[in-house]
């Protein structure tokens, strides 16, 4: 009777069974709509960034835990989706081989030197487009129109460009409708701008299909509403207020909300659970904080676009928020600090 | 007022299983085995010898000290050998071998009873001679808990029948079977703290115990029963003073800062059910269940039966590979058959082969807050756990209330990337006790 060896375990003995690689995969999958819509609407040179940036970052975690006699943790999922961020914040045209080098900054500088998953301060994939932003400030200024005819066939010759030369600039790029704001004051259409038919980087241009993977994503319980709430709410009203002062100059509102990376930034950017503080209190903050930064770089900052330094500026100001902001343990009676 | 602590966690009930069977007797196993540490404090002191024949709840040890219960014979027979025995822990501790008479009537001999007329001192030393000790699993004695300090007083005496460990139904079936004991074990423990209320906490999975105790309370008695929400660890005591009474115990502190005593509903029937017969614990209500067992059910089961015994008794298969003592959330997991049931034991928990489904795979802590939203007690163990890895313990105490951990296990129950965070949080306990207990020179270990 009773032959086996017992199993022996610490309590508890059961668990929620949600696991962090489980959580990985969701986020990638409430990605994917977002994915088929810069393909849809940027063609296949879309889908060639987009791929590149996702090999690039696998490749680049496979290669160092090999390098540093770790066991690989690309299953973890998170390398995948540092890719298809990294790839859904570029021009539709960037070069390949420009975006392969982001993936391998993002994963290696952004996360790895680190110490890998958990330890990053930065969201990797902002890193590494902060990295190329640096490195090539015109590649990654040069748009593509959307729903160009035969955008499924023709590969542009400036994502093919041969590494460090200097590539052409495409017959077929339009401005984005921050820049044409920044620097032309013309306003685009808000109700193109929430349906995507506009240029952009690959993944930002429809809101509404982001905010659809962010809905699915709050439904599981695997992502934070507040600091998407927090960030949109913060930009709108500040933006509101602005625009009230005087309507010549500011933008309206709602071009905030919908124009740029502001979308893509709040729901799948900033809620990267790793960069952002772990109290609901903290959260709040650190979205406000982003929001402010939005509009501060976006109305008086020399670059059309502000939501990428914002979100990294937000991440390095965590640790701060964690530290200062913690809930009042039970049967004490003030927070001690 | 709000009906609940903050935060907590549910993991499934798995109740459904044994909260509709009766409380049945169980069988007399032909060898008991009767550890003398079953209980927080001094083991009780041998007073028979090899040999001797002893009857069903004779006292068998006696106390040893204040901090100490007897231990009554849980069976008519004869002292086999007094020797060491294995206990959960994995140690050896001295015990009793006592071989039980065949077919014997097992009538129960009784002592001197003590009435609820008594002075709260007699009472307090009626408990202590009955051996009684907290059975919702905790087993610290109950007549140290019920001692009121100098220069406090008691307002609120809390009867604990909340159960929120999954599976776990005894308290349910002691609240539905034992009314009346538990009524009587109210007397005595209002005459002895002085309590002036008296409120019974059930979690709503429970409503026909609340409402047949709410139906059955005696004419003039100051008792309340409320229902509250289901949610682990409701049945904590501080989490349920702040459930029913909506204070906080001061960290550090007891819950007789706040006026408050609690005492769990099954030591409650059994204070109840004793004393006014002089009588001491020879068994208690079990729950056996989970997928291992065939025969899951509720069972009143002689302390020292062999766990290797109720495991045949109740038909458990051949390749059962995880046992716990206790529910599944706080309990232990057993490493050895041969230990037997003691006083805290609440429940015992079987597993097959095929029913473990775990991951044991460990991820790196992502800060997803999973477990800062399921600390009823607002500590982050997130930063606890980073911490205790970079074995910073005084941090922990110092700046992030460690010792205010109680070791529920909702942290460890949420954590994606399962960290045994509790875990880490019991070792970093215990080594900062240990450091504080070490002379100055050893110190630095």
Redesign the interface.
Known sequence: MFSKTLHISTSPHIRKGVSTDTIMQNVVWAMMPVLIFAVFSFGINALLVIVTAVVSSVLTEHVLCKWSNKESTISDWSAVITGILLGLTLPPIFPLWMTFLGGVFSVAIGKFVFGGLGYNLFNPALVGRAFLQAAFPVAITTWQSAFLEGRFFSISSSVLAFPFAEPKVDSISGATPLSAFKFDHVMTDSSDLALGLISGSTGETSAVIIILGGIYLIARKMMNWRIPVSILSTVFVLSGILYLIDDTIYPSPLFMLFSGGLMLGAVFMATDMVGSPITPLGVVIYGFFIGLLVVVIRVWGGLPEGVMYAILLGNALTPQIDNFIRPRVYGTKKTKS | MKDS??HG?H??ENKEETNKLPIRQFSFAPLIILPMQQHIGAPSKIIVREGQEVARGQVLAAADGYMSVPMHSPVSGTIRKISKVPVISGQMTEGIFLESFHSSGQEVSEGSPISVDASPEQILKGIQDAGIVGLGGAAFPTHVKLKIPDGKSCEFLVINGIECE?YLTTDHRVMLEQADDIFMGIRYLLKCTGAKEVIIGIEANKQDAADLLTQKIPAGMPVTVKVVPVKYPQGAE?MLI?SLLGK??????LPIDVHAVVVNVATTAEIGRLLPHGQGIQERVITISGPGVKKKGNYLIPIGTPL?YV??QVG?A???????MGG??????????DISITKGTSGI?VFG?QD?N??D?I???????AC??AC?????P??LGILAKAEAYETMAD?F?LM?CFEC?SC???????I?L??YF?LSKSILRKRKTAKPAAVNV
Do not use: W
């Open positions: 602590f903050k966690v993991p499934p999954p501080k702040t906080e115990v001061p960290s550090g502190g290797r495991l045949e458990a051949d390749n059962i590979s995880e046992v716990y599944p959330m706080m309990g232990v997991a057993v490493s050895n058959l928990i082969e473990i775990k991951t795979k991820f790196p802590c992502i800060k997803c807050g800062v939203g009823p007690i607002s500590l982050n997130s930063k700046d209330h205010d296990g460890s129950f949420v954590c994606p990337s399962n045994p509790v875990q019991r």
